[in-house]
């Protein structure tokens, strides 16, 4: 099982980035939840956005709800994560995650129902 982030990069503050994650080695459906976490220096890792049961349920941190959007593609195997309006303090190391968390535990870290985990790509968004 393999998931691999792209689409990290330098921005600037008001400026968008769309990160995309590939999956590997495991059956894509919407069986399984997707999600989103970020990890800034010297903070916890948290959840920012999460995509389960189909399409139509998703969640999202308070910090970027209405600024980030998740959405998957089962043919390709991917997820992405558009972020918009972006600010320095989304600066971070962006992780990809699958699994069959659920509704509630989706954006939770540590995160029991997050099985697959992606190495990382790195937003750093500048003033």
């Known amino acids: 099982v393999q998931l691999v982030e792209s689409g990290g990069g330098l921005a600037q503050a008001g400026g968008s980035l769309k990160l995309s994650c590939v999956a590997s080695g495991f059956t894509f459906s919407d069986d399984y939840a997707m999600g989103w976490f970020r990890q800034a220096p010297e903070k916890e890792r948290e959840g920012v956005s999460c995509?389960?049961?189909?399409?139509?349920?998703?969640d999202y941190a308070d910090s970027v709800r209405g600024r980030f959007t998740i959405s998957r593609d089962n043919a390709k195997n991917t997820v992405h994560l558009q972020m918009n309006s972006l600010k320095p303090e989304d600066t971070a190391v962006y992780f990809c995650?699958?699994?069959?968390?659920?509704?509630?535990?989706?954006?939770?870290?540590?995160?029991?129902?997050?099985?697959?985990w992606g190495k990382g790509t790195l937003v750093t968004v500048s003033s």
């Open positions: 995650a699958a699994g069959y968390a659920s509704a509630y535990e989706c954006l939770l870290y540590p995160n029991p129902g997050m099985d697959f």
């Open positions: 995509m389960y049961n189909g399409e139509g349920n998703t």
